[in-house]
């Protein structure tokens, strides 16, 4: 795999054997295109000495766009050094004609950390820059910058790590106080049925639970109640009942084997359509906010949600396998944490400021589509391999994050036009996929893409930003 590579006209390639021969000027140019690099001049505090040259975008308009800029401020051959930490570099000032500096940093995240300091992104005098706080004090009972918790915090560790990583148990402080201690978390997918799970694969745990239930782990069973063709059999061999909907107390279809979900429970979408438990189940029927919290679209069927509008919120929706769900979030809506299961077709509409469908998670063999434009945000995201995921997010304000899979023989498509910032979106286009990015227009920035050999993967970033995408030979083509 290689990073794409910005090219150079015969003009900047002179100017740099020029430069080369003045006292102090740098010895070489940032060639991979990079988020947010449209300052049009080097800086004396530019991040860590990385210099360009000629101003504008130099050089940005080659393979893979970036905002075209050849020219534009005299752009000071500057920053040659870098420095231990924070944002700034330690030399160079700003070129004749150079635009005036903004802010280096938006978060304390933007920040480099250095052993004994701690950088935080706040205002300096007209700017944003990244100020040492000095060393954080770990255990004096309260959170300091640089601190993600004090000792003898505790935190379940399901709230921890990517969604599904950790299927149960509790995390502890360590006791440097910047990071939290899973090794007594769960996880699942060892084939190990630890706290907080029911089930590991072949692993089960209670009354009737046999090995069974592997076969269609993941959540994967798309067939509803049609389960116990494929799980009846006990794969260690030790000749117990496999756990059916009889041991989970439903009366609907006892017989039939609930299959080890992703998340290391028993999927019961199989006894009755609806999860054991659920507050509402949704039967080819429609539901409108606040009477839309937990509920869940039958097996199968289809289902409106609709919790589009100023200060209502849907949480915990789940459209379940082989249903059909048009999700609205929009005008200042909230969904979070939207279930889209194996097999379901999901329609989430997160546009207009406020509104947010974050934390949806859909899962293998399901198709989303998500309308996160106009300032709407789809953060934290999860698309699975197996998934079909497009992701529309247009306009200033319109923020989409998370980690998304394109696999073998699915077409993904990523529209992030306009000033939309997909920067947070990580993209993996497998073998045998087709993925589209366009992200036209000042300010827009494509995903983090990698593109494996054997994708086709095209890009449209005229004006905008392709975020340095990781590419297989011929795997990728565009401007």
């Known amino acids: ?81 870098a420095a231990e930490g924070g944002e700034a570099s330690e030399a160079g000032a700003p070129g004749a004609g150079a635009t005036a500096v903004g ?63 950790f299927s149960g148990g509790n995390a502890t402080c360590k006791a440097t106080c910047d990071g939290w201690d899973t090794s007594t978390c769960s996880v699942c997918g060892n084939l190990e049925v630890e706290p907080g799970e029911e089930c590991d694969g072949d692993a089960t745990n209670g009354a009737g639970a046999g090995g069974a239930g ?16 494929a799980a009846g059999a006990d794969a260690s061999g030790a000749g117990d009942a496999p756990h059916t909907c009889r041991d989970e107390g439903i009366a609907q279809n006892p017989s039939v084997v609930t299959p080890c979900t992703d998340t290391c429970h028993y999927d019961t979408t199989v006894c009755s359509g609806c999860s054991k438990g659920v507050g509402q189940c949704l039967d080819d029927a429609d539901c409108t906010a606040p009477a839309c919290d937990g509920v869940e679209c039958k097996v199968g069927t289809s289902c409106d949600i609709g919790c589009g509008g100023g200060g209502k919120s849907c949480s915990g929706v789940q459209c379940n396998h082989r249903a059909s769900c048009d999700i609205t979030c929009n005008s200042s809506g ?92 990580r993209v993996t286009c497998q073998a045998g996929s087709a993925c589209d990015f366009s992200c036209t227009g000042g300010g827009s920035v494509c995903p983090q893409v990698t593109c494996e050999e054997g994708s086709a993967c095209t890009f449209d970033c005229v004006g905008g930003d392709c975020n340095a995408p990781t590419c297989a030979d011929a795997a990728c083509t565009g401007n």
Do not use: H, Y
């Open 334 to 425: 909230d969904c979070a944490g939207v279930v889209c299961d194996s097999g379901s077709t999901c329609a989430l509409d997160c546009s207009g400021g406020g509104s947010s469908c974050d934390g949806t998670v859909c899962k293998a063999g399901a198709a989303c589509a998500f309308d996160c434009s106009n300032s709407g945000s789809c953060q934290d995201v999860t698309c699975q391999p197996g998934a079909a995921c497009d992701f529309v997010c247009n306009d200033g304000g319109s923020v989409c994050s998370g980690q998304v899979s394109c696999a073998a023989g699915q077409s993904c498509e990523f529209s992030c036009n306009s000033a939309g910032n997909c920067a947070g979106l």
């Open 1 to 81: 795999m290689k990073r794409i590579s910005l090219g150079r006209s015969a003009a900047s390639l002179l100017f740099l054997a020029l430069g080369g021969l003045l006292p102090g000027a740098c010895a070489s140019e940032r060639s991979a295109l990079e988020p947010g690099d449209d300052s049009g001049a080097a800086s004396s505090a530019g991040r860590g000495g990385k210099s360009q040259t000629s101003g504008g975008n130099a050089g940005k308009s080659s393979t893979f766009g970036g905002s075209g800029g050849a020219s534009g401020g005299a752009g000071a051959l500057a920053g040659t050094g």
């Open 103 to 165: 802010d280096k940093c938006q978060l304390d995240s933007d920040c480099t950390q250095v052993k004994g300091s701690c950088f935080v992104c706040e205002q300096a005098g007209a700017a944003k820059d990244c100020v040492d706080r000095g060393p954080p004090v770990c255990d004096n009972k309260t959170l300091d910058p640089c601190e993600t918790c004090e000792v003898d915090d505790v935190k379940p560790c399901i709230e921890l790590g990517q969604p599904g990583e």
């Open 214 to 229: 592997g076969a269609n782990a993941g959540g994967a069973n798309a067939g509803g109640a049609d389960a116990s063709s």
